[in-house]
């Protein structure tokens, strides 16, 4: 168990109560100040009306937790990550990279009985924090290592069926984990019908170079998915160039789905798509 200080939010526009990984006796005024001023530099829990929320800045919200359902998905860009299910419902080996608050790894630790789930955290801080938001303990089915996920992508010594990589920091994606090797050797590691999923956000130009690596090392088999609620794009790639969705087959398993894990799988299906229509209009037109 970490040492945890906790006093009431510094922030007027978001009231509630704030922990720090802190020892006791620490400045609570100097602190209150590094966090108004952002200069903190370190992932802070901030909880307020059943919500609670990992912060590395106030501006920065990594992850909310509902505290009477720490495995429901609060937030638009996880609840649509999870559509990798509608391309495989029943994967054996998955990895993320990104603990964050841990509300993907509750969601697939709950709904996935038959997964085996390696979650790779270079921000040791982070996984400090994993009790506070209910994170199961590590047993056969699910480990969080401390590492870099690039190195550990390359290092892996077996096939992954799921590679979700949810990684953001206060400064964007590492470049580790944007690098055109990086998704050519990910690509190599993927089994023969492996996804990778990433999480894309924050201007355009920023991350349009790590967009384009991507489309290049998978020969343009990539389908996006908006979210406009949280300005992000969700990006699934598959280690199969030829791989054909088949989308009438999809609605049904869009509807067991949602039965099952109460989000709009039929959605995101639709949106599924209509980012592969569009992707094979660009193409064509290019």
């Known amino acids: 168990m970490h040492a945890?200080?906790?006093?009431?939010?510094?922030?007027?526009?978001?009231?509630?109560?704030?922990?720090?990984?802190?020892?006791?006796?620490?400045d609570i005024e100097a602190l209150r100040?590094?966090?108004?001023?952002?200069?903190?530099?370190?992932?802070?829990?901030?909880?307020?009306?059943?919500?609670?929320?990992?912060?590395?800045?106030?501006?920065?919200?990594?992850?909310?937790m509902k505290i009477s359902d720490p495995c429901a998905l609060q937030l638009g860009?996880?609840?649509?990550?999870?559509?990798?299910?509608?391309?495989?419902?029943?994967?054996?080996?998955?990895?993320?990279?990104?603990l964050g608050g841990g509300s993907l790894a509750n969601f697939c630790h709950r709904h996935l009985p038959g997964t085996r789930l390696a979650i790779v955290e270079i921000d040791a801080d982070v996984i400090a924090l994993r009790e506070q938001f209910c994170v199961p303990?590590?047993?056969?089915?699910?480990q969080v290592i401390h590492g870099d996920g690039a190195d550990f992508v390359r290092d892996h010594p077996g096939r992954i069926d799921v590679l979700m990589i949810d990684a953001f920091g206060p400064d964007g994606v590492a470049e580790e984990?944007?690098?055109?090797?990086?998704?050519?050797?990910?690509?190599?590691?993927?089994?023969?019908?492996?996804?990778?999923?990433?999480?894309?956000?924050?201007?355009?130009?920023?991350?349009?170079?790590?967009?384009?690596?991507?489309?290049?090392?998978?020969?343009?088999?990539?389908?996006?998915?908006?979210?406009?609620?949280?300005?992000?794009?969700?990006?699934?790639?598959?280690?199969?160039?030829s791989f054909a969705p088949r989308w009438k087959f999809m609605r049904a398993i869009a509807i067991e789905l949602q039965k099952r894990l109460r989000l709009d799988f039929p959605g995101f299906a639709q949106q599924l798509e209509r980012g592969q229509a569009l992707r094979l209009a660009q193409r064509l037109s290019a």
């Open 4 to 26: 945890l200080i906790e006093f009431p939010s510094p922030f007027p526009e978001e009231p509630g109560v704030v922990r720090l990984l802190e020892p006791p006796g620490s």
């Open 33 to 64: 100040a590094r966090l108004r001023d952002g200069s903190y530099g370190r992932p802070f829990v901030l909880e307020n009306g059943g919500l609670r929320a990992l912060h590395f800045s106030l501006g920065y919200v990594q992850s909310v």
């Open 77 to 98: 860009y996880a609840q649509r990550m999870t559509a990798f299910l509608l391309f495989n419902p029943r994967p054996r080996q998955m990895v993320m990279i990104g």
């Open 137 to 142: 303990p590590d047993d056969e089915r699910l």
């Open 177 to 241: 984990l944007a690098s055109f090797e990086f998704y050519e050797r990910a690509r190599g590691r993927l089994s023969a019908s492996g996804v990778l999923v990433m999480n894309v956000a924050g201007n355009k130009e920023t991350y349009a170079r790590h967009v384009e690596r991507l489309l290049t090392a998978f020969d343009d088999a990539v389908i996006a998915m908006s979210v406009r609620e949280d300005g992000n794009y969700i990006l699934f790639a598959f280690r199969d160039a």
